[in-house]
T-cell receptor
Framework: ETGVTQSPTHLIKTRGQQVTLRCSSQ?????VSWYQQALGQGPQFIFQ???????GRGNFPPRFSGLQFPNYSSELNVNALELDDSALYLC????????????FGEGSWLTVV | AQSVAQPEDQVNVAEGNPLTVKCTYS??????LFWYVQYPNRGLQFLLK??????LVKGSYGFEAEFNKSQTSFHLKKPSALVSDSALYFC????????????FGKGTRLHILP
């Protein structure tokens, strides 16, 4: 039990649509990051939020955006969905002490058709 | 740039035998290294981490990892494999210089044969 919950667990969208994925972190975990894991690949860093501000971003286009809220929840939004966006999206959280363990949720499986 | 490499796509081990899953790293500064396990259709579960201190790190489910600075390796080990250890294992490094992101290896699929 990591204390990180994600919703929905599975969803199917059509190319061009928009999707919002949600994550709820442990209390006190003020850092949240999102990862994309394509089939057969390791997770790839999308971006990170610290105290409600983005403070790091991987090689993903601007149509990937996020929000972090004061209640330790966060969202990943993807606009103009493409077929290659089909993947497992993982939310991870940690406290702000360097080196602390990062805990992952079970992920949201997104299929774009 | 920080990176980790897992040279084996798959490792097969007989139940009861010792297992090793290999990982090498390339980092600037002190390495913050992790192992995670992923069971089918599940998220990532934390196994263990190396931040500093003893080179032999003990983690969950009887796993341990040995940090070797001269060989830049962080191999995952277990003295006696269980069938239930069959899963996908990821080595990772945390990039504290920027982003604080975790950089994952491509993963090694571990098959424990009964």
């Amino acid at each position: 039990e990591t204390g990180v919950t994600q919703s929905p667990t599975h969803l199917i969208k059509t190319r061009g649509q928009q999707v919002t994925l949600r994550c709820s972190s442990q209390s006190g975990h003020n850092t949240v990051s999102w990862y994309q894991q394509a089939l057969g690949q390791g997770p790839q860093f999308i971006f990170q939020y610290y105290r409600e501000e983005e403070n790091g971003r991987g090689n993903f286009p601007p149509r990937f955006s996020g929000l972090q809220f004061p209640n330790y929840s966060s969202e990943l939004n993807v606009n103009a969905l493409e077929l290659d966006d089909s993947a497992l999206y993982l939310c991870a959280s940690s406290s702000d002490l360097a080196g602390n363990t990062i805990y992952f949720g079970e992920g949201s499986w997104l299929t774009v058709v | 740039a920080q990176s980790v490499a897992q040279p084996e796509d798959q490792v097969n081990v007989a139940e009861g035998n010792p297992l090793t899953v290999k990982c090498t790293y390339s980092v600037s500064g002190n390495p913050y290294l992790f192992w995670y396990v992923q069971y089918p259709n599940r998220g990532l579960q934390f196994l263990l981490k190396y931040i500093t201190g003893d080179n032999l790190v003990k983690g969950s489910y009887g796993f341990e990892a040995e940090f070797n600075k001269s060989q830049t390796s962080f191999h995952l080990k277990k003295p006696s494999a269980l069938v239930s250890d069959s899963a996908l294992y990821f080595c990772a490094v945390r990039d504290l210089r920027r982003d604080d992101k975790i950089i994952f290896g491509k993963g090694t699929r571990l098959h424990i044969l009964p």
